[in-house]
């Protein structure tokens, strides 16, 4: 292996790890100031990688993941891989450097249950399911486990008179239109990001076609796809007259049709719900008005 030599006067070596399932060579970058210790870590990495090719479940779980994200890379939404992401940085921390062979179903049940001491029962379920994927993408074992069990708490749905108070207290926020199609067409807030007026809506007919989405990726940046969450998520909706005329305004205008942070989205609607003297509710909430 020859390592180059970069303009910053560090040494670059590429080092080949597989094919991913398309067929597409997968390398990893080892940069280091010492020539010679770029090589030698280079040489650590391809001849770990040699070992784990021949026994896939001397892997650990970190590299597990690394690699399951790999493979998966053009079938994974850039959200899915974000996730993945996540709970590799912050949780099964004590079983991340575990090799998965070592990973029994007493080890994997002891994670679930310190896990659940700290997060959520969907938290811990998402965790699990990719501990779950990796397993048997590299080992062929299904774990038998038992997940905490998740409480369902029903939605807040509001009355006409209350519907009526919040409708008037966004009137002029920025981000009026886009609480407004939470509510009226039941949107998710991917879709709501995504929407383009220009290329999605129809203004003869007051139709707008819901095919984008726009999600957050691994390094935290908001990026658009060309596909719905689900395939049944592809419609086409009539926009009400009221939210019509919003969107058209802001057309003509040329102004962008919302501003807001999307990470401020959840805790701007509750303040606008709590000075309209409401029930708070979340984004999520806003879809089931649509749905009630």
Not at 230 to 258: H, N, Q, W
Request: hydrophobic share 35%; aromatic share 6%; with cysteine.
């Amino acid at each position: 292996m020859k390592p180059t030599k970069l303009p910053s006067g560090s040494w670059r070596l590429r080092v080949y790890l597989g094919k991913d399932e398309n067929g597409k060579g997968i390398y990893q970058s080892i940069t280091n100031p010492d020539k010679y210790q770029c090589i030698k870590e280079a040489t650590e990495i391809a001849q770990h990688y040699k070992e784990v090719s021949r026994q896939p479940a001397k892997m650990t779980l970190k590299e597990g993941i690394d690699k399951y994200i790999q493979i998966k890379a053009n079938v994974l939404s850039p959200s899915t891989i974000r996730g993945y992401e996540q709970i590799k940085k912050y949780h099964l921390q004590k079983e991340m450097d575990l090799q998965l062979c070592k990973i029994t179903d007493t080890v994997a049940q002891e994670a679930i249950n310190r896990e659940s001491k700290d997060y959520s029962a969907k938290t811990v379920k998402n965790a699990y399911g990719v501990l779950s994927a990796v397993m048997m993408q590299f080992t062929g074992r299904t774990l038998k486990v038992t997940l905490p069990k998740t409480s369902s708490k029903a939605p807040e749905v509001l009355t006409s008179d209350q519907i009526v108070l919040l409708i008037k207290e966004l009137q002029g926020h920025d981000a009026e239109i886009l609480y407004l199609m939470a509510m009226f067409l039941g949107l998710r807030r991917s879709e709501i990001m995504a929407f383009d007026p220009e290329r999605d809506y129809d203004r003869k007919t007051n139709i707008i076609h819901i095919s984008h989405a726009k999600v957050m990726n691994k390094d935290n940046k908001f990026v658009e796809k060309d596909t719905t969450k689900t395939e049944k998520s592809d419609r086409y909706l009539k926009v009400p007259k009221y939210l019509a005329e919003r969107i058209e305004a802001k057309m003509d205008s040329g102004e962008p049709l919302f501003k807001v942070n999307p990470s401020n989205m959840a805790r701007s609607l509750q303040r606008i719900c709590k000075k309209a003297g409401i029930p708070e509710l979340g984004l999520h909430d806003l879809r089931h008005q649509n749905a009630s």
